[in-house]
């Protein structure tokens, strides 16, 4: 399937779907399509069953205009590790902001973990993102999401023009989780107090499990492995039914991708029982 409808867009509307299934007790894909400025590489197998694989933009980056779709679906029973390969670039926007739609949906049982590295705007990037996860009886999902202030090598801090960001999860048709938030450094002041209090990057993970309650030694888990890791500032709390929210500022690259694999580990092995495994890009 190709998501451009015309020659001049080949290469700015990137498009991609996943399907994965469950076969004789193993997650298998069962169809993958893409459209460049999105991929998928192929999958490896971990020994629980479940599937490894990394999604990527090939391109190098986001840009201005670029219209971006994922579609997932995970059939009954399926456990699938979705990650990148590294932080995804959002580039000078000269007129429109790139957009990207991302639709998750979880069958009966199935287990996601999405991973993505943490997004670093460009002086003058603009990009509009959604997230939706729908979640059926018996499901688990575990997500990340990060950002940074900018390329913060090269001094650059809160030089993009806007980063807007919706995520919302539903098990069952009920949400279980909502937030959206807006960016604008020339009109915010996102450096200070009541803000990024002086760190250069955010990161958020939410888990959610069906038929399973978040219990106080869970969430103690998951806040303790987040608050010990050095340069990071936050901490977990449980959402009103079946999950938890984690939220924290962290003062480097190493520090937030630490609170995050940190995070995860604890949030594997409380909500689905597994131990953390390596994801080969450290």
Same mark, same amino acid.
């Given at each position: 399937?190709?998501?451009? %409808?015309?020659?001049?867009?080949? /290469?700015?509307?990137?498009?991609?779907?996943?399907?994965?299934?469950?076969?004789?007790?193993?997650?298998?894909?069962?169809?993958?399509?893409?459209?460049? =400025?999105?991929?998928?590489?192929?999958?490896?197998?971990?020994?629980?069953?479940?599937?490894?694989?990394?999604?990527?933009?090939? $391109?190098?980056?986001?840009?201005?205009?670029?219209?971006?779709?994922?579609?997932?679906?995970?059939?009954?029973?399926?456990?699938?590790?979705?990650?990148? =390969? %590294?932080? $995804? !670039?959002?580039?000078?926007?000269?007129?429109? =902001?790139?957009?990207?739609?991302?639709?998750?949906?979880?069958?009966?049982?199935?287990?996601?973990? #999405?991973?993505?590295?943490?997004? &670093?705007?460009?002086?003058?990037?603009?990009?509009?993102?959604?997230?939706?996860?729908?979640?059926?009886?018996?499901?688990?999902?575990?997500? #990340?999401?990060?950002?940074?202030?900018?390329? &913060?090598?090269?001094?650059?801090?809160?030089?993009?023009?806007?980063?807007?960001?919706?995520?919302?999860?539903?098990?069952? /048709?009920?949400?279980? #989780?909502?937030?959206?938030?807006?960016?604008?450094?020339?009109?915010?002041?996102?450096?200070?107090?009541?803000?990024?209090?002086?760190?250069?990057?955010?990161?958020? &993970?939410?888990?959610?499990?069906?038929?399973?309650?978040?219990?106080?030694?869970?969430?103690?888990?998951?806040?303790?492995?987040?608050? %010990?890791?050095? /340069?990071?500032?936050?901490?977990?709390?449980?959402?009103?039914?079946?999950?938890?929210?984690?939220?924290?500022?962290?003062? %480097?690259?190493?520090?937030?991708?630490?609170?995050?694999?940190?995070?995860?580990?604890?949030?594997?092995?409380?909500?689905?029982?597994?131990?953390?495994?390596?994801?080969? !890009?450290?």
């Amino acid at each position: 399937m190709s998501c451009f %409808s015309r020659p001049e867009r080949v /290469g700015r509307d990137g498009f991609l779907r996943l399907v994965f299934e469950r076969r004789d007790d193993r997650t298998v894909l069962t169809d993958r399509r893409f459209t460049l =400025p999105l991929q998928a590489l192929e999958p490896s197998r971990l020994p629980d069953g479940s599937l490894y694989m990394m999604m990527l933009n090939p $391109t190098g980056g986001t840009f201005g205009g670029d219209r971006l779709r994922t579609e997932i679906v995970l059939g009954a029973g399926t456990h699938v590790v979705l990650t990148t =390969p %590294s932080a $995804t !670039k959002v580039y000078r926007a000269l007129d429109q =902001p790139a957009r990207c739609e991302t639709e998750i949906a979880l069958g009966k049982n199935a287990i996601l973990e #999405y991973l993505p590295d943490h997004l &670093i705007p460009h002086p003058g990037a603009a990009l509009r993102q959604t997230f939706d996860v729908t979640m059926e009886h018996g499901s688990c999902a575990i997500v #990340y999401d990060a950002i940074a202030a900018g390329r &913060i090598g090269r001094g650059e801090r809160w030089k993009f023009r806007e980063l807007s960001s919706e995520v919302s999860m539903r098990l069952e /048709g009920m949400r279980r #989780y909502f937030s959206r938030a807006s960016l604008i450094p020339a009109s915010q002041a996102l450096h200070g107090l009541g803000a990024m209090e002086g760190f250069d990057y955010f990161g958020s &993970i939410i888990g959610i499990r069906d038929r399973a309650r978040t219990t106080k030694e869970d969430i103690n888990a998951i806040d303790a492995a987040i608050t %010990s890791t050095h /340069g990071v500032w936050g901490g977990a709390s449980a959402l009103p039914a079946n999950g938890f929210v984690a939220k924290f500022l962290a003062s %480097s690259a190493h520090a937030v991708n630490r609170a995050m694999l940190s995070g995860w580990s604890a949030a594997r092995m409380q909500l689905i029982g597994l131990p953390r495994f390596d994801l080969r !890009k450290l």
